[in-house]
Each structure stands twice: as structure tokens, then as C-alpha cells.
């Protein structure tokens, strides 16, 4: 978040908002009759953590590794409902929340759970309420980087329109942020942190024109990352809109914030 004077959901506050998102977790009956109605084991999204040899292969691609060669490493992994459920939420509701996009509540506040790490920790935390794993204790990474390899075996749809639902019934909506990239320039920090040292002339000059070239630099290389964002935006407009912001129309009748991105 960029704008200061945005207000934010407290610390109290962001725990209740999820409450009432995922009352009975992310694990939950009511979230469960929805992505497995018949038993997790037949769900498509059970091959998100059980990929078969096929989807695998699929997936690598020819010449190497065969088909056949995948068939004779592959070996059934043990089934976890609890675990392979709630990753699946966690990550979801990562894409949602986190990769700068932002939710906001019904009153308009920002429902802010933390930075792409900081909403991993979070969706953590919150998750370990009420559902305990060994596996994952202490952890706090799991969800990091959102759905990733998921979305190459099965489709979340389900999940996202799960999120975008309850989300819409509490009153709450979502922006869309277009992924862009950015130039940090740490030098200014860096001569903070230099210890202070004898004032010479000659130095000082030097000092100034590598300061004058490092800013050059650094102003061809922002100018270098806008014009690769302008031209990704536009490239991007003649794609198919983010699999986030498809189900975001469905759900609410209209794009998201954001979206298209300007």
C-alpha cells in the first residue's frame, strides 16, 4: 500500500474479518461440499498434490523423461486431506491478498494481512487455529508465491470462486494491480551507512562525478523499466484477462478495479 491515509482493519480486526470469511476454516464442511463433494480422493483438485504419470509427462514434455520412465519413478504419495485442503485455500487466497493486489472492506477499510512474506505468515497463522499440522509447524512460507506449480494439475476455479463470494457477501471488493517492475536504488543508504571520513577536495570532486554517473544510470534504467511495463500492459491486453480477474466478473458482473490495466 502507497497511500498512507488509507485506512486499515486492525490487528483485531483482520482476524474477525477472516472469521467471518472461512468460519469453520479453511478445512471446513462447508468449504470441502464445495471443492470435494464426493470425498477429496475424487476431486479434480486432488491431482494438484496426486499428479499422475500422464499430467506429469504433460506437463515436462518430450524427448526426456519418457513417459515410461516417469510411470517407474512415480510412487503414490500418502493422502492428507487437512494439509493438501488447507495449502490449496492458503495459496488461493495468497493470489488475492498478497502480489500487491488489495482487498477492501465493506466500510472501505484496507483489509492489509501483510507484504507477499508478511500474507504467508498471516494465512498461517490463521489456518493453525484450527487445523494443527506436524508436517507444516513453523512454517510460516508455505503459502508463499501463491498457486504456482498447482495451476498445471487442476483448476481453481472452484476455490477462487469460493474467496470471491464469501468476499462479495461480507461487502468487500478487490483491486487488481498489474505486475510491474521497479528499481530500488539502495546508494543513498549505502553513504548513510558509511563512516565519516576527512574532507578532501580531490575526493569530494570524484565523489561527485561517480555520484552524477551513478544517477544517470539509474534514471535510464527507470526509464528502461516504464517503457518495459507500458509495453507489457499493452501486450497484455491482447491476452486473456488473469484467471483471478475471470472469476472476479463472474462472481461480481463486472472487472475488477484495475483491470484492464491503463
Known amino acids: 500500500m502507497d497511500n498512507p491515509e488509507i485506512l486499515q482493519l486492525t490487528d483485531e480486526e483482520l482476524i474477525t474479518f477472516f472469521d467471518q ?15 470435494a463433494p464426493e470425498g477429496w480422493q475424487c476431486s479434480p483438485l486432488f491431482s494438484c498434490f496426486h ?5 506429469i509427462f504433460k506437463d515436462q514434455g518430450a524427448p526426456e523423461p519418457t513417459l515410461e520412465d516417469i510411470r517407474t ?8 486431506v487437512t494439509d493438501e485442503v488447507t495449502e490449496l485455500v492458503g495459496r488461493c487466497l ?41 508436517l507444516w509447524e513453523g512454517d510460516y512460507m508455505r503459502f508463499y508465491m501463491g498457486t504456482g506449480w498447482l495451476q498445471v494439475f487442476g483448476d481453481l476455479k472452484v476455490v477462487y ?14 483491486v487488481y494491480r498489474f505486475p510491474e517492475m521497479h528499481f530500488v536504488d539502495l546508494m543513498p543508504l549505502r553513504k548513510e551507512l558509511e563512516p565519516p571520513t576527512i574532507y578532501s577536495p580531490s575526493e569530494a570532486w570524484e565523489a561527485s562525478k561517480e555520484d552524477e554517473q551513478h544517477q544517470a544510470e539509474v534514471e535510464k534504467m527507470r526509464a528502461d523499466l516504464n517503457e518495459i511495463n507500458t509495453r507489457s500492459r499493452k501486450e497484455a491486453m491482447d491476452m486473456p484477462a488473469p484467471f483471478t480477474v475471470r472469476v472476479y466478473h463472474d462472481v461480481y458482473g463486472r472487472n475488477p478495479r484495475g483491470w484492464p490495466p491503463g
Open 21 to 35: 470469511l472461512f468460519p469453520y476454516g479453511f478445512v471446513g464442511e462447508d468449504v470441502l461440499s464445495e471443492i
Open 51 to 55: 499428479p499422475t504419470p500422464e499430467q
Open 73 to 80: 519413478k512415480c510412487k503414490d504419495t500418502p493422502v492428507n
Open 94 to 134: 495468497w493470489d488475492i491478498f498478497s502480489c500487491n493486489h488489495e482487498v477492501f472492506a465493506a466500510d472501505g477499510r484496507l483489509v492489509d494481512i501483510g507484504s507477499f512474506r508478511g500474507s504467508s505468515a498471516f494465512l498461517d497463522g490463521f489456518s493453525r487455529k484450527l487445523e494443527k499440522s506436524a
Open 161 to 174: 470462486n469460493i474467496i470471491f463470494r464469501r468476499l462479495k457477501a461480507l461487502g468487500a471488493d478487490w
